[in-house]
């Protein structure tokens, strides 16, 4: 490069070669062009010998232009070559000529000669320099341009002829002239610089970067010029500069590391993340210190260095030795021979994110238990119709387990209730704002369950809607409990009408009895005796109905006292007798006149009894149109009891645990209160007996009902 520099300006019109001897370039020149020459020849005599003339014809047409192409192109090198060393050969006789005429003037056909030998030289160097892609000029010591190439006229966009001869300053912004001289006393000092140069061309914005290599143009002892010969390295210093940019602004914290962990660099956003002011500080930090946990890997390293880019969390010694969570994306440069040289990665600080990830946990975990405590069921149901959240309270209501809940569409569920499908629907498709409903559900245990239900839509950031939050409350209790005063109203209500009636019925009834009676010993007439007869009969019959109804309305006695337990089975028959026809059930029932007293209030029993009699009824009714109902009687040592035994299908496994629970009930609501079994054990309780069901083994449920024997015998 510098020799091209210094070369070119001594072959310049005002400087002839001046050297005591054919200078050696020359005789170099001819050898070398010599040698080219001579193995170019060889190559073509190995490749004419390849192929013989003769069989040129025998090869196919289109591969004849090969050796007609080589034997064509080195006519034409070795005709270039001539002309070369004819050049080469005029130049040194005439140095030669010259040498020998050392102190004399040359003449004037030497002069000729010598001047248009320079001219081709110079046309043939120009051509040279001007094929160089990079620029290249010689400008003498105050700044004119000597030369130039055709680089630099096209980066310019000036011709060469406007170029010389003219000032560098008239073209450049930058150096600026006074830079230019206070560098030229340093430069005629060192005769060589390199370096790279910021050029600003006048009315270009945009500045150029060269790798410049300036050598002195040395003419006797003295430097005249300057050969400049330079490579454009805009592109890649835009490109260094835009990644010093962006390494010194990135908000995210950039770093190099050796295989030790030592901080090799760092930008100015992981300089302030970890609390320094000074870049040095920070790299002077030993790996160890900078480890928060001591464990850790070193920065940048990780266990299995062979990946690509690996993240993970790092915790970092903050200048203040608080520590800061970092997300560390970082990989390993390797040398050629497959050594790690260094780790580079990015560094994210996290320290918020997780501070904020550890508040929204404790507002998760304040949510969700706030949420256990409540002591309604809790759903969000998601678009989709899934359950994307059920609180643990579902176990109670639902007799489910979140989880089993967790994902499932409403629909999934068994028994899942069709209101509160509605109610869902409702709310999302916007009918309602918020819905709320009442409904029968049934428990994962089969029982009945009311429930309360209300929903309203759940909203996300944006205030689009993204589900509904139902709160289901198991309502049962309640209702049933308000269904019972209901109930016990009713009855009241109901006793002392059928009192009432009872007590006006009897009057009249009492007359005809009489009367008939009266008229059956006057009347002659057989016939009509026998019609008064049954009218007898018939009233006494009434009567007897009119009896068991103020007995079941009559206030339970305070007391308990001697009872007949087939007397009472029979009077509460009596009262259900008609139901029990019309349902075609028929009671077998078997009066055992030798089972001794019991003690109870026969009011209460006859409530029992009418229970069982009821549910016995019900159950038969659900599988068949009609049944059978038998009762027995018997006594076991100091205790008497009565059986009921339908054929109905039986109590269910499961439930049978359960059917004494007050408002226990397998029956849709509205059609049980699940109290009448519940009242007969309190009964039988306070008698000091006991009531027990059992599935007999020829099929139906069999209530025993226990009571202690009359002590009066
Ligand atoms: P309710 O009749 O209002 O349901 P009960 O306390 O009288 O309330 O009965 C509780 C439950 O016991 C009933 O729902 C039913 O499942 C069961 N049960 C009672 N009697 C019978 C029977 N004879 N056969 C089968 N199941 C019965």
């Known amino acids: 490069m510098i020799k091209i520099g210094s070369s070119f300006m001594s072959l310049g019109p005002s400087n002839p070669p001046r050297s005591s001897r054919p200078p050696d370039n020359l005789e170099r020149e001819e050898s070398q062009l010599w040698r080219w020459a001579l193995g170019f020849m060889i190559l073509l005599a190995f490749a004419l010998s390849g192929l013989l003339w003769e069989r040129l014809e025998n090869i196919p047409y289109s591969l004849r232009a090969i050796p007609i192409g080589i034997l064509g192109l080195s006519i034409l090198f070795a005709v270039y070559a001539y002309g070369r060393r004819r050049e080469v050969s005029e130049l040194k006789g005439l140095l030669h000529g010259l040498q020998e005429h050392v102190g004399a003037a040359p003449s004037e056909e030497q002069l000729d000669q010598l001047s248009q030998v320079i001219l081709r030289s110079q046309r043939n160097f120009k051509e040279l320099i001007d094929s160089f892609d990079d620029p290249a000029c010689a400008v003498s010591l105050d700044g004119t341009l000597r030369t130039v190439n055709k680089r630099i006229t096209d980066i310019t966009g000036k011709s060469y002829s406007e170029l010389i001869g003219r000032k560098i300053y008239d073209f450049v912004d930058e150096p600026t002239q006074a830079n230019l001289e206070t560098s ?9 610089w390199a370096g790279t140069v910021q050029v600003r061309l006048k009315d270009r914005g945009r500045p150029f970067y060269f790798e410049c290599v300036l050598n002195g143009i040395v003419k006797g002892d003295e430097i005249v010029g300057v050969s400049v010969l330079g490579r454009d ?3 890649q210093r835009e490109k260094e500069m835009r990644f010093t940019e962006l390494f010194e602004t990135l908000q995210e914290g950039v770093y190099f590391s050796t295989p030790e962990g030592h901080l090799l660099d760092a930008n100015p956003a992981l300089v302030g993340m970890l609390g320094y002011t000074e870049k040095r500080d920070l790299l002077a930090v030993e790996p160890a210190a900078l480890n928060f946990d001591p464990g850790q890997p070193v920065l940048g390293r990780a266990v299995n260095d062979r990946g690509g880019v690996r993240t993970r969390e790092v915790k970092l010694r903050r200048k203040d030795g608080t520590a800061a969570f970092f997300l560390d994306s970082s990989r390993a440069v390797w040398d050629a021979s497959g050594n790690i040289i260094r780790y580079q990665g990015t560094l994210v600080d996290i320290t918020e994110k997780r501070k904020m990830e550890r508040q929204l946990a404790q507002q998760e975990e304040f949510r969700s238990r706030l949420l256990e405590s409540f002591p309604d069921l809790i759903l969000v149901v998601d678009l989709g119709e899934r359950y994307t959240f059920v609180s643990s309270r579902s176990r109670d209501v639902l007799g489910y387990e979140p989880q089993q809940m967790l994902g499932k569409k409403i629909s999934d569920m068994e028994d899942h209730s069709p209101e509160m499908a509605a109610l869902y629907h409702d709310v999302v498709s916007g009918k309602q704002a918020f819905a709320s409903s009442e409904y029968g559900a049934r428990h994962r245990d089969g029982s009945w369950r009311t429930m309360r239900a209300a929903g309203s839509k759940l909203v996300d950031a944006e205030g689009t ?19 019972q005063i209901v109930q016990s109203e009713r009855l009241a209500a109901m006793g002392a009408m059928i009192g009432g009636v009872a007590h006006e019925l009897n009057n009249p009834l009492t007359s005809i009895m009489g009367v008939s009676e009266l008229l059956q010993d006057t009347e002659t007439n057989e016939t009509s005796r026998k019609q008064l007869a049954m009218l007898q009969q018939q009233a006494r019959r009434a009567a007897e109905i009119v009896q068991n109804l103020t007995y079941f309305s009559r206030p339970p006695a305070p007391g308990k006292s001697r009872i007949n337990l087939v007397e009472v089975v029979e009077r509460t028959l009596n009262l259900h007798a008609y139901s029990l026809r019309k349902n075609n059930i028929t009671v077998d029932f078997l009066k055992d006149r030798a089972v001794p007293y019991a003690l109870g209030d026969p009011h209460q029993l006859m409530q029992v009894f009418l ?14 149109d009609k049944g059978t109902l038998r009762i027995r009687l018997g006594r076991d040592a100091d205790s008497v009891w009565v059986s009921f035994h339908d054929d109905g299908p039986g109590i269910a496994k499961e439930n049978i645990a359960s059917i004494f629970d007050p408002f226990y009930t397998t029956k849709r609501p509205g059609r049980g209160t699940g109290l009448g079994l519940s009242i007969c054990k309190s009964v039988l309780k306070e008698h000091n007996g006991s009531i027990e069901a059992v599935n007999s083994p020829e099929g139906g449920a069999v209530f025993t009902v226990t009571l202690p024997v009359s002590p009066m015998g």
């Open 611 to 624: 229970n069982l009699i009821l549910n016995a009824e019900h159950a038969i009714r659900e599988v068949r």
């Open 233 to 235: 390295v805009t592109e």
């Open 465 to 483: 809607i993204s589900g509904v939050i139902i709160s289901v409350r198991d309502i049962t209790v309640e209702r049933k409990l308000e269904q």
């Open 184 to 192: 030229l006393g340093w430069f005629l000092e060192k005769k060589r």
